[in-house]
Every structure is written in structure tokens, then in C-alpha cells.
């Protein structure tokens, strides 16, 4: 499986994140660490229900940057 890239949000009690090449994949979990280990599942299960399904998987495209400080 590809590599790809994951947005998480969130602060001291509720993390989300998505996947920008993956619409629709998403997960939540009360920290950081556990919003990860959801969303590393939800990327398995999303794609796996694309080739079930006969749809394409798409390839990742997106990068992140850490952080950009604009000031």
C-alpha cells in the first residue's frame, strides 16, 4: 500500500484527521496518538472497500508541511 498523507487537527481533548487524495476518509480519537492508529485503519478499510468495489484507488498526491510561519 502507498504511503499517504494525513491531516490531523485537533486540541487537549478531541483529534481528527483526513486524508486529502482519500475524500470521505476520515477518523476521530481523544488524543493524537489514537486519532493516528484510527486513521492508519480507516486508509486500510477505505481501500480495500475501493477494490472490492472495482473503483480506483487513488494515488497519494498531497504533501504536508509541518508548519508555515507567515509572520
Same mark, same amino acid.
Given at each position: 500500500? &502507498? #504511503?499517504?498523507? /494525513?491531516i490531523i487537527e485537533g486540541d487537549d481533548a &478531541?483529534? &481528527?484527521?483526513? /486524508?486529502p487524495d482519500l475524500p470521505g476518509? /476520515? #477518523?476521530t480519537g481523544r488524543s493524537a496518538d489514537e486519532v493516528e492508529a484510527r486513521i492508519r485503519e480507516a486508509i486500510r478499510l477505505h481501500v480495500q472497500s475501493l477494490e472490492e468495489h472495482g473503483e480506483p484507488v487513488p494515488e497519494?498526491?498531497?504533501v504536508a508541511v509541518? &508548519? @508555515?510561519? @507567515? #509572520?
Open positions: 500500500m &502507498s #504511503a499517504y498523507t /494525513v &478531541s483529534f &481528527s484527521a483526513y /486524508v476518509c /476520515v #477518523a497519494p498526491t498531497a509541518r &508548519s @508555515v510561519d @507567515v #509572520a
